[in-house]
């Protein structure tokens, strides 16, 4: 594909391939009270795709151009695990976590945001964080043949990420986007062929980063 560049005419950028490779295995006991599902997978890529922005200043103004450029490689690998148990009747808890190690191979040339070129080789993939977590138990009661009501408490945890190319050159606030946690709180009343669900997501009021903005191309915000 052809794409116009700064300093005018255009540029052409190479498709990506990919090799996904994936190994798994779910297993259940034989009272099907407890599941353990986990699999672990390695991704290759050649000429991947990574979306820059840069700014220039020209006649007085700044105008910034966006673009697609290829990096030469690129490689992401690790594990996902998940764990089901029933506990006693009605009672249902779970727990899960993921690995991911996702970085550029080779990746000499890579747009900085201000118009320069750095090596971003090693370096990891954007919103690619390195570990997920999560837990959740539900308490299910049948008060009769058509009537249940379910309670139901959720933890999630996202490691911290690098949220864009250009914040890949820079360290500390406000270009990494740090790890964080929440809790959610969920409840259902479910009669014959209708349900109603009351839900209170991040319960604790607990504030975080999702992403980051930048100013300009020169300054991060989030």
Same mark, same amino acid.
């Given at each position: ?28 006991? &034989? ?5 353990? +599902? ?12 990574? +979306? ?21 490689? &690129? ?27 996702a970085y550029y191979v080779s990746f000499p040339n890579a747009e900085s945001g201000l118009g320069t070129t750095g090596? @971003?080789?090693? &370096?990891? @993939?954007? =919103?690619?964080?390195? @570990? ?13 043949? +058509? ?18 190319? =250009?914040s890949e050159f820079h360290t500390g606030f406000p270009w990494d986007v740090p790890s964080y946690n929440v809790w959610n709180l969920r409840a259902g009343y479910t009669r014959e062929n209708w349900t109603v669900t009351a839900f209170?997501?991040?319960?604790? =009021? ?9 100013? &300009? ?6």
């Open positions: 594909e052809a794409q116009p560049v700064a300093e005018g005419g255009n540029q052409i950028y190479k498709p990506e391939t990919l090799w996904n490779y994936e190994l798994g295995v779910k297993s259940e006991s &034989a009272d099907k009270r407890l599941r353990f +599902d986990t699999d672990v997978f390695f991704m290759n890529w050649k000429d991947i795709q990574a +979306d820059y922005a840069i700014g220039q200043v020209s006649g007085g103004g700044v105008s910034f151009i966006t673009g697609v450029a290829n990096a030469a490689s &690129a490689r992401s690998y690790g594990l996902e695990s998940e764990m089901t148990a029933v506990v006693v009747n009605g009672l249902t808890v779970g727990a899960g976590a993921g690995y991911d190690r090596d @971003l080789s090693g &370096a990891t @993939l954007p =919103n690619s964080p390195k @570990l997920t977590l999560h837990a959740e138990s539900q308490y299910t009661h049948n008060f009769d043949a +058509d009537q249940s009501g379910f309670l139901r408490l959720e933890w999630h945890y996202k490691g911290g990420i690098k949220p864009d190319q =250009n209170d997501e991040n319960f604790l =009021n607990k504030k975080y980063y999702t992403n980051a903005y930048e100013k &300009a191309f020169v300054d991060g915000m989030f």
